[in-house]
């Protein structure tokens, strides 16, 4: 599965919609057109998301995010949503937290008990369960946007040490590796791919437990359930850190399962590559709903080949960072 974007907004933008950047719009803004990093273009009113269209239908919907400074109202991303959380937590309730987390690596652990600066997954699950106990008893359609497989590259304690090659104290300045400032070792780079995999570790237990109680609450059988992403990572590919660059296969490659309802027939096996588009329109065929002809992702219950796109608005920090390689 391939994400057409990769990078958070347009990412989100084109899973809720199932449609390209370069059709809604919610892509990178460039200072020429009167816009500032870092920031994008809003997904725009006049887009259709899967929240708003299962909202028409009688879902009660919602969202609980953990990216909160870019999956969020800004730009656009709560269309459809009835409830909206989107948050820091408290121990990084300062100034542009995540901007300053960014700017400022090495600082950042002074700041806050906790080296990231966003609700972990047991938080965000914790949040999620509130709610779905709530309105378990109605049609519903949740989004959990969970963020801890990604920089600052920190697992909570224990899952910073389940893969090898942990180095205390190193904190990786991708800033200074994008502008040829410094380069890593092969222990380094060790040490960031560990802590990754730890962070996904992390999650993966999280989500067990969030689905555990979802069975216990007599929800998860009747419910269609998928697990993906907005982009992926690199951790050396190319010799790149992080994500919002190129469209190297690492950074938009994603993971997609989709778990159906009890009753509900599985789609047949699939000889081509899928997309995150693909996601709104499957969930809506799997419900016997109208997938809207805006739609330019195809059901995965019906075996349609087209082109894998994905596409990335170059801003002029790409520009400064990498000296034209990305330009």
């Given at each position: 599965c391939y994400s057409p974007a990769n990078w958070t907004p347009p990412g989100h933008a084109s899973i809720f919609t199932g449609r390209y950047p370069v059709s809604h719009g919610a892509h990178k803004a460039r200072l020429d057109q009167g816009s500032r990093y870092p920031t994008c273009f809003p997904l725009l009113e006049e887009e259709a998301t899967i929240a708003e269209m299962l909202s028409d239908t009688g879902y009660v919907t919602a969202?609980?995010?953990a990216n909160y400074g870019f999956v969020s109202k800004a730009y656009g991303l709560d269309q459809g949503f009835h409830y909206w959380f989107a948050s820091p937590p408290a121990r990084t309730r300062f100034t542009l937290a995540s901007i300053t987390m960014k700017a400022l690596p090495r600082v950042a652990p002074l700041l806050s008990t906790d080296a990231v600066f966003y609700r972990?997954?047991?938080?965000?699950c914790r949040i999620a369960l509130d709610w779905i106990r709530k309105h378990r008893d109605r049609p519903f359609f949740l989004f959990v946007n969970l963020m801890d497989p990604h920089e600052p590259y920190a697992p909570p304690s224990d899952w910073d040490r389940e893969f090898g090659g942990k180095i205390e104290g190193f904190v990786p300045n991708a800033d200074e590796l994008r502008m040829g400032q410094t380069s890593f070792s092969a222990s380094e780079w060790q040490h960031i791919r560990s802590q990754y995999d730890g962070e996904i570790a992390?999650?993966?237990?999280?989500?067990?437990?969030f689905f555990g109680t979802l069975d216990r609450l007599g929800v998860l059988s009747q419910s269609i359930i998928v697990v993906t992403s907005d982009h992926g990572e690199f951790l050396g590919e190319k010799g790149l850190l992080d994500h919002q660059i190129g469209l190297y296969e690492p950074v938009i490659r994603v993971p997609l399962i989709i778990k159906v309802a009890e009753g509900m027939g599985l789609p047949p096996a699939l000889e081509r590559e899928t997309q995150t588009i693909d996601i709104a329109p499957t969930v809506l065929d799997l419900l016997g709903l109208d997938i809207p002809?805006?739609?330019q992702g195809t059901?995965?219950?019906r075996n349609n080949?087209?082109?894998?796109i994905a596409q990335h608005y170059v801003d002029e920090h790409i520009q400064d960072w990498y000296g034209g390689r990305f330009s």
């Open positions: 969202a609980v995010v972990r997954a047991s938080e965000t992390y999650v993966d237990s999280e989500l067990g437990k002809a805006s739609i059901s995965l219950l080949d087209r082109p894998v």
